[in-house]
């Protein structure tokens, strides 16, 4: 017990607030980027393995604007208006022709355009990460550390599509349509709902929230070619963790997962952190595999 | 009786379908006028619930011709057959169980040019003929008794204001004072000017309720006439529908 | 009618006597070629073969889950991976380096990973397995990639390439002819011995749980264990290719255990046809064939995987069966 205590006695106190702040931060723009997906999936079942390419070109995209008109707000709405046209080509191209098939299929379609996509970055950007500013300097006092105020910003920015599209899907007509949909296709063709656009255009919001989050992620790290691939795979986690197809679960799971990486860090190094998420992941499929934090939707 | 199917709002001309190598429909040929109520009558299985799909344009026919006022809507997606005035009720009512009644109705009258005052009035019509539903507006589907679920579905198929309703098995799993109502609604629907393809396992209701009645048996049209002509104890009756 | 790379298809025929010489001819023919290949070839043509061989029996492996048992895995990098960094373990440890003990650490290594991930991913079905298989390739890189002291981390690991050897009988160093024939001749086994179990009462079962598992449950076999068997069974000929990888390259690398292997693999399995054991090997060679035309052509820079990518799309979308698939049922007899 004494042990115990002086364990917790040795760990400066400010350094978990800080964690837990970090942890916030990152679990918001993982819970967007894994709100995409989730929608994605519960709606369409497909899974989206270009998800994260969406992301990263999604912040390139950022960056190219940002640098070009210095308006951070612009390259955030640009960007994220160009890759939902990108995703919207892409369903009707690729996914409309395997409607039917056995959904697996998705996956390795997916997989391909994740491959194409990512080359392309790297043939097309070139090798080296850039930087984005960040959009608002200026930092405050946390504690013994000058925290950034844009942190909070993007957490809070997050939250807010998010929450917009919480409420989207609750009381607009549209959301109305995407929700009879994902319960039963054929009713709501019966319906008059055009579904085949309808599966389009859930396809171009997860997209459009994905580039979203990379645009808000950009200035915290280099933007490269290859910031997708970690971040597809977290979000997956998250996903299945979360429960897939449930947005509120998603959003918890991101949280919860972010917040144990970030104290893990404390004792830890980050690259290995991420062993977190995996036992996070092991855990659930074997006490509860539908999801830990699944609500109905 | 003369097939006046150039004439007719619905008609349906060698309709055949497949699941995997059966042989569901062989050839089904009927037709529906402005505003007539149509029974389909048959045993279990003969494919009537499948004609309707294949109206509706949620099977794919492998050959035969469907026509809406003349024009042809075979390979017309189902979606767009709803805008153009085909409702659809299926077995089991399929309402939208996560959905509020509310929302449910929603479906149907968020459309294209209809004018908040036009979706007032169709949702307060609803409300009238259905004044359970009104009082459960923001309950979900899921929630509502079968005898509510029916009435949902069929309120539903009407915010589309169709020219034809596809009703199918409406009374099935109702008790026997819901399928009076169900009756009532059918004649309401009729005053209204509305056609109904109704499919039925219900042989009284059926024949009270048609102008016209057709009985399948094996994926193929039977025999066809004016309900009037028809009774419970027909030999007809006993021969197609018998036990 | 379509069909789609996972459909299901009906259980083979009984072989015919013809059907039989047939299909032992061409293995011969094919047999001979490779056999004689790396004599006539120029070395770097016979060194690629060789590679090509390797990566057909990685995509080997996974046809076995993938068109027989109806589970896509992305697991395989792991298995991979294992297999060659067991090799690397054998040829650290002892010196001088012996090639079989090299396999045995191998392939001990590779079923260590499959028992594990098969317990946990076999409990999910379609999706979610590749999604889980995928996931746990993640946390075996992850953990190589990190360990430094024991696997090198990023650099990866250094060995020379041992002797073949055989007992007392043989003891020299593989020149490219002889090193060819050590991988045809275990790639060729493999076939055979994958070939034998997919005809087998096990085989039928397997096959039997991707037509409708549901229905094989209820007649009362214990689908989770013939999948963990399964599992398992893959994931050790994946091993057995990450060894022979080793041994040709002399270094074992965390890059292998990146999921994108296991992608590499699945494009492989569907373009050159699933359910076919040789389609996946012919897929790897397309693949290669495809890459290393193209960088001649445009160049080394060239992203030769955005063209490959189109095609692998075009392929799932408008022909799955891939290019061997419509010899599907008459290889399977």
């Known amino acids: 017990m004494n042990a115990l205590v002086a364990f917790f006695h040795d760990i400066p106190l400010d350094l978990i607030l800080i964690q837990t702040v970090n942890g916030i931060v990152t679990g918001m723009i993982l819970a967007l980027v894994a709100s995409g997906l989730t929608l994605i999936f519960g709606i369409m079942d497909v899974v989206n393995f270009a998800h994260g390419e969406l992301f990263m070109l999604g912040a390139y995209i950022g960056v190219i604007v940002m640098v070009a008109t210095g308006n951070f707000w612009l390259a955030l709405v640009i960007s994220a208006l160009v890759i939902a046209l990108l995703g919207a080509a892409i369903q009707i191209v690729t996914l409309r022709p395997l409607i039917g098939r056995d959904p697996l299929n998705t996956i390795l379609v997916t997989f391909g355009i994740s491959l194409i996509l990512q080359n392309f970055a790297l043939w097309y950007f070139g090798p080296i990460a850039r930087r984005m500013p960040s959009p608002l300097t200026g930092h405050f006092n946390l504690f013994y550390l000058d925290y950034p105020w844009y942190r909070l910003v993007i957490a809070a920015l997050s939250a807010a599509i998010i929450g917009g599209f919480w409420l989207f899907l609750k009381y607009g007509k549209y959301g109305i349509w995407i929700r009879a949909t994902t319960q039963d296709r054929v009713m709501a063709q019966a319906m008059g709902i055009p579904v085949p656009w309808v599966l389009t255009g859930v396809f171009a919001l997860g997209a459009g929230m994905a580039a979203a989050s990379g645009v808000l992620f950009a200035p915290l790290v280099g933007v490269d070619h290859s910031m997708g691939l970690d971040w597809v795979l977290k979000a997956f986690i998250v996903v299945v963790v979360g429960g897939m197809g449930s947005l509120g679960g998603s959003v918890v799971a991101a949280i919860f997962i972010s917040l144990l990486e970030s104290y893990a860090s404390i004792w830890v190094d980050p690259s290995q952190a991420v062993i977190v998420s995996f036992v996070v992941l092991i855990l659930t499929l074997l006490f509860k595999p539908t999801g830990l934090f699944a609500t109905p939707k | ?243 | 009618m379509t069909t789609t790379p996972l459909d299901k298809t009906m259980p083979p025929k009984k072989p015919t006597l013809s059907h039989t010489v047939v299909y032992w001819i061409g293995f011969c023919v094919v047999m001979a070629l490779l056999i004689v290949a790396p004599l006539v070839l120029p070395v770097f043509w016979a060194k690629f073969l060789t590679e090509i061989l390797i990566w057909g029996l990685l995509a080997m492996s996974s046809d076995l889950l993938i068109g027989y048992t109806g589970m896509v895995s992305f697991g395989h990098s792991a298995f991979f991976g294992l297999g060659m960094y067991g090799a690397a373990a054998a040829l650290l440890m002892v010196s001088p380096g012996n090639v079989w003990l090299a396999i045995l650490f191998g392939l001990a290594g590779a079923a260590g990973a499959a028992l594990f991930v098969a317990y946990f991913s076999t409990r999910l079905r379609d999706i979610y397995f590749a999604i889980t298989t995928l996931i746990f390739s993640q946390i075996f890189y992850v953990i190589i990639f990190t360990w430094t002291k024991v696997t090198g981390g990023e650099n990866g690991l250094i060995f020379t390439r041992p002797h073949l050897t055989f007992a007392w009988l043989y003891n020299a160093r593989f020149n490219l002819t002889t090193l060819h024939w050590f991988v045809l001749a275990i790639v060729t086994a493999s076939y055979l011995i994958l070939r034998r179990i997919t005809q087998s009462p096990f085989g039928m079962v397997l096959q039997s749980i991707r037509e409708n598992e549901t229905r094989t449950r209820a007649i009362g076999f214990p689908v989770q264990r013939y999948k963990i068997v399964a599992v398992m069974l893959s994931g050790i000929f994946a091993g057995l290719a990450g060894v022979l990888y080793a041994v040709q390259n002399e270094f074992a690398a965390p890059d292998f255990v990146y999921f994108i292997t296991s992608g590499d693999t699945v494009i492989f399995n569907v373009m050159g046809g699933i359910g076919t054991l040789v389609g996946p090997i012919v897929g790897a060679g397309f693949f290669q064939l495809l890459r290393e035309l193209m960088s001649r052509i445009f160049g080394d820079q060239f992203p030769y995987l955005i063209p490959l990518g189109f095609i692998f799309i075009a392929m799932i979308i408008f022909l799955p069966q891939g290019l061997l698939g419509f010899a599907r049922r008459w290889l399977n007899r």
């Open chain 2, 1 to 243: 009786m003369n097939e006046t199917s150039n004439t007719a709002l619905v008609s349906v001309e060698g309709l055949h379908t497949y699941y995997g190598k059966s042989h569901i429909l062989d050839g089904v040929t009927l037709h529906v006028g402005h505003g007539e109520v149509v029974g389909l009558l048959g045993r279990n299985g003969v494919g009537k619930s499948t004609t309707l799909k294949t109206i509706m344009g949620l099977v794919t026919a492998a050959a035969g011709n469907i026509l809406l006022e003349g024009r042809s809507i075979t390979g017309v997606p189902p979606h767009r057959l709803a805008q153009m005035g085909i409702g659809y009720v299926p077995e089991d009512r399929r309402i939208f169980r996560l959905l509020t009644v509310m929302e449910n109705l929603r479906t149907g009258l968020d459309r294209h040019g209809v004018s908040e005052e036009r979706k007032r009035e169709l949702l307060d019509k609803a409300f009238t003929y259905f004044p359970r539903l009104a009082e459960r507006r923001s309950q979900a589907g899921g929630t509502l008794s079968g005898g509510e679920q029916q009435m949902l579905a069929i309120s539903r198929a009407m915010m589309l204001e169709p020219k034809i309703i596809l009703l199918d098995e409406p009374t099935e799993g109702l008790m026997p004072r819901m399928v009076s109502q169900i009756r009532e609604i059918i004649e309401v629907l009729h005053k209204e000017g509305v056609a109904i393809l109704l499919v039925e396992q219900n042989v009284p209701l059926t024949l009270a309720a048609s102008q016209r009645v057709y009985i399948m048996e094996k994926g193929i049209v039977r025999h066809h006439s004016a309900a009037a002509e028809l009774h419970v104890e027909h030999t007809i009756i006993k021969q197609y529908l018998g036990v």
